[in-house]
């Protein structure tokens, strides 16, 4: 499918079926992960791949009890191995970074016929304490993947009047 | 061309052909961007296309001097309209929604025939005057957008041993 459809196909899935991810899905998904571009060529992304059945349990209780995330076959830590370089616009870039290849990751899945959800609310220590991640090393987001046991219907969207205009502000 | 070849071809496009981009091309873009997902569906993003040519020599001069944001066809100044929303996780939602939005439009732009490059080297308070961008409003990244008069080799990238771990961290 082309990138229209793939963006027109995503949503936030919830509700994963009983199935496992192959491994040349997840491979050809992280061949495209490592694609993307990053500030100075950085690349300051790390992932940590969680299929083990009592660790996504652990991380269920470390994202505020989410049930799904413990359903989902695979949970992935997105994390930064980060300098804490802010770029001169005053923005960090360790989490814009880890947040476009989280979406070229996205994109891939939709592709392979799987569904992801980006997950912000969990603590930071316990999931570094769940998966032997290092003091030094941030997790920006959790992100569940599988194949969608069901399909949401697509949320509301402000209308692009709303969100875009030419040449001088007028929002 | 679907989402793997999308990702394949996208480069950081640094020199544009002295052609404008289609208004049919910018609204499809954005209709793919504003699909995006965000922080419980906030939508902080906001955008300020420019294409006079005034404008992009002023925000040229802005972005540290790189002479091809002048000489792009369109400068898109990517902001967000937040109430300052911290994730649990510790994460400021706003850069990171915005990356994802802009992501979506920096593939949606490959399907287009187009280039884009980011740019996080720049004088925020600077933009924002050039721009007449409030001063609540962020601007997160300038990003560039036109057809490609030059397409660079692909970059060195990590290799997945690198980047990718399972179960446990072990990177």
Known sequence: MNVYEAIEKRRSIRAYKDQPVE????????????????????????????RDAGL???LMRAA???SF???APVVIACCAETDGHV???GQPCYPIDVAIAMDHLTLAAVEEGLGTCWIGSFNEAEVKAILGIPEKIRVVELLTLG???AMPSPRTRKSLEEIVCYDRWSL
Do not use: G, H
């Open 147 to 149: 194949y969608p046991d």
């Open 69 to 71: 995330v413990a359903t």
């Open 87 to 89: 770029m001169k616009c």
């Open 56 to 58: 996504r349990q652990e």
């Open 64 to 66: 505020s009890q989410q």
């Open 23 to 50: 491994q040349e899905k997840l491979d050809r998904i992280f061949e495209a992960v490592r694609k993307a571009p990053s500030a100075s060529n950085r690349q300051e992304w790390r992932f940590v791949v969680v």
